[in-house]
């Protein structure tokens, strides 16, 4: 006879962990601004777009004006408002970072588990595959991947595919060391003795010892991605015809010769300081959680 349905609902131990994770959180003031920061860059790019409208027509008589209670951050080199390009960038960076995190850890969390646990010539087949990717500088590789591939749009998708391939061999490898001291621990020798399949062991004993070292992954996958798409834009290895923090940079450059004159500067310092305290915003929140997942950390 079947079981009726029963929707499950958080234990109450599900919840004080989540509120002493909180707690603890709320203590490190560094990653309470971290997260301030991130959510301020996150609700601009997803209720932002909504708010700010943005226009891309020319404005002749409004060329590089300086900020003002209309052009909060002045406008650019053909009369459009800056802030209003900043907000709607910020929802490709972020998308694209945030697919690129999930691709990147899925690949390495995959290829780093299985390697490390089964040893033997799928470990020397798989550690292989990810000397070659380490060998070769990442930024050329990318360069080169994009001028061959010839993208006609921007699509978050397929950037954040292209940032992965450079991305997962470094995370693969650390969670590998990560699984090889684990494998040998006494509960683990103990599911194999039960006879439970590889599958059960990988994903269900030996990974959520390794998951806080993931989730810090993560977010540093996050601040690499965010700097290697801006780039890619800079450079011009992507096309220039959408609206990106790093088609900015290359415009201030390009067009509005900020280096030569004072004119363009705004235009060129608002990207940069936006990158830049994402970046902070990351790094912040990314040092709180490293305290609360780590053991040795959260007792000092």
């Given at each position: 006879?079947?079981?009726?349905?029963?929707?499950?609902?958080?234990?109450?131990?599900?919840?004080?962990?989540?509120?002493?994770?909180?707690?603890?959180?709320?203590?490190?003031?560094?990653?309470?601004?971290?997260?301030?920061?991130?959510?301020?860059?996150?609700?601009?790019?997803?209720?932002?777009?909504?708010?700010?409208?943005?226009?891309?027509?020319?404005?002749?008589?409004?060329?590089?004006?300086?900020?003002?209670?209309?052009?909060?951050?002045?406008?650019?080199?053909?009369?459009?408002?800056?802030?209003?390009?900043?907000?709607?960038?910020?929802?490709?960076?972020?998308l694209t970072a945030a697919l690129t995190g999930l691709i990147t850890i899925t690949l390495a969390m995959?290829?780093?588990?299985?390697?490390?646990?089964?040893?033997?010539?799928?470990?020397?087949?798989?550690?292989?595959?990810?000397?070659?990717?380490?060998?070769?500088?990442?930024?050329?590789?990318?360069?080169?991947?994009?001028?061959?591939?010839?993208?006609?749009?921007?699509?978050?998708?397929?950037?954040?595919?292209?940032?992965?391939?450079?991305?997962?061999?470094?995370?693969?490898?650390?969670?590998?060391?990560?699984?090889?001291?684990?494998?040998?621990?006494?509960?683990?020798?103990?599911?194999?003795?039960?006879?439970?399949?590889?599958?059960?062991?990988?994903?269900?004993?030996?990974?959520?010892?390794?998951?806080?070292?993931?989730?810090?992954?993560?977010?540093?996958?996050?601040?690499?991605?965010?700097?290697?798409?801006?780039?890619?834009?800079?450079?011009?290895?992507?096309?220039?015809?959408?609206?990106?923090?790093?088609?900015?940079?290359?415009?201030?450059?390009?067009?509005?010769?900020?280096?030569?004159g004072i004119k363009g500067v705004y235009y060129l310092l608002a990207p940069i300081i936006c990158i830049?305290?994402?970046?902070?915003?990351?790094?912040?929140?990314?040092?709180?959680?490293?305290?609360?997942?780590?053991?040795?950390?959260?007792?000092?």
């Amino acid at each position: 006879m079947r079981r009726p349905f029963n929707m499950r609902m958080p234990n109450k131990s599900s919840l004080r962990k989540m509120s002493n994770i909180l707690k603890q959180l709320n203590k490190d003031k560094r990653a309470v601004v971290g997260f301030s920061i991130l959510s301020i860059y996150i609700f601009m790019a997803t209720i932002g777009p909504e708010i700010i409208p943005l226009d891309l027509s020319a404005h002749l008589d409004k060329v590089f004006a300086p900020p003002s209670l209309e052009h909060p951050l002045g406008t650019d080199y053909a009369g459009r408002d800056i802030l209003a390009m900043l907000v709607h960038g910020s929802r490709n960076v972020l998308l694209t970072a945030a697919l690129t995190g999930l691709i990147t850890i899925t690949l390495a969390m995959t290829l780093g588990l299985t390697s490390g646990y089964l040893g033997g010539k799928v470990d020397t087949a798989i550690s292989a595959l990810m000397d070659i990717f380490l060998t070769i500088p990442s930024m050329p590789l990318l360069i080169i991947i994009t001028s061959a591939i010839r993208m006609r749009t921007a699509n978050p998708f397929i950037i954040s595919f292209i940032l992965s391939i450079v991305s997962w061999p470094s995370v693969s490898r650390s969670i590998r060391a990560q699984v090889l001291p684990i494998k040998e621990r006494a509960f683990v020798e103990a599911a194999r003795v039960l006879g439970l399949p590889r599958r059960h062991i990988i994903f269900r004993e030996i990974l959520p010892n390794v998951l806080p070292y993931i989730v810090l992954n993560y977010i540093f996958t996050l601040r690499n991605a965010i700097y290697a798409q801006v780039g890619l834009f800079f450079i011009g290895a992507l096309p220039l015809e959408t609206i990106n923090w790093g088609v900015m940079l290359n415009l201030a450059l390009s067009r509005s010769g900020a280096l030569y004159g004072i004119k363009g500067v705004y235009y060129l310092l608002a990207p940069i300081i936006c990158i830049s305290l994402l970046q902070v915003s990351l790094i912040f929140f990314a040092g709180g959680i490293e305290k609360i997942l780590n053991p040795r950390l959260r007792e000092e």
